[in-house]
């Protein structure tokens, strides 16, 4: 069981907006930033979210980030059926002193 | 262009050991941290180990302490990981990422990665 929580399975249609949960607790994402990663089928994954809401070089500005408390969110506008695949939050965590990650959503463009 | 190319993965009984590589270029590797993170088949990420950019703090863990040692030689620009004690549960892809930043602690930002390696143990 992972230390942060998304729910496993998310969908959309071509052009709609969706967003992604991921809930943890004061150690992890209540006190330190958090990071989305995106992982194509077959592929390795890809840094898309840091920071909680800054996007690195290359990212698309569909992708955005957000961070409240202990929760934190990821939403893609203008969903492309090339978006499909699986998405991971992750935070460090004080107390057990390293990274952590969600489970993963995955998402399927309909 | 950065590049991160593991090696070492393969087959092993349970009780074996591996040595994993990771050979980096692009960037100058001595100033970032480098991290392991695994991925069992069919399952989500999960962070392994990782070493400062100076090769001076590392951590790993809970899973694997006591088993896994994280290296880097510096002058190779390359990143170890040696397997000792393996167990069926072990069994994953295996990535090496680099850190944005020198130092590992506090951090989980890995905007590069490999293409990543299999580890498989069985009997």
């Known amino acids: 069981q992972s230390v942060l929580t998304q729910p496993p399975a998310a969908s959309g249609t071509p052009g709609q907006r969706v967003t992604f949960s991921c809930s943890g607790s004061?150690?992890?994402?209540?006190?330190?930033?958090v990071n989305w990663y995106q992982q194509l089928p077959g592929t390795a994954p890809k840094l898309l979210i840091y920071n909680n809401n800054q996007r690195p070089s290359g990212v698309s500005d569909r992708f955005s980030g957000s961070k409240s408390g202990t929760s934190a969110s990821l939403a893609i506008s203008g969903l492309q059926s090339d978006d499909e695949g699986d998405f991971y939050c992750?935070?460090?965590?004080?107390?057990?002193?390293?990274?952590?990650f969600g489970g993963g959503t995955r998402l399927t463009v309909l | 262009e950065v590049q991160l190319l593991e090696s070492g993965g393969g087959l092993v009984q349970p009780g074996g050991s591996l040595r994993l590589s990771c050979a980096a270029s692009?960037?100058?590797?001595?100033?970032?941290?480098m991290t392991w993170v695994r991925q069992a088949p069919g399952k989500g990420l999960e962070w392994v180990s990782d070493i400062s950019g100076s090769g001076g703090r590392e951590s790993s863990a809970d899973s694997v302490k006591g088993r896994f040692t994280i290296s880097r030689d510096n002058s190779k620009n390359t990143l170890y990981l040696q397997m000792n004690s393996l167990r069926v549960e072990d069994t994953a892809i295996y990535y090496c990422?680099?850190?944005?930043?020198?130092?590992?602690?506090?951090?989980?930002?890995?905007?590069?990665w490999g293409q990543g390696t299999l580890v498989t143990v069985s009997s």
């Open positions: 992750a935070a460090w965590d004080d107390s057990l002193n390293g990274p952590v």
């Open positions: 990422a680099k850190s944005f930043y020198y130092d590992s602690s506090g951090y989980c930002e890995f905007d590069y």
């Open positions: 692009g960037f100058t590797f001595s100033n970032y941290a």
């Open positions: 004061t150690p992890n994402i209540g006190s330190n930033s």
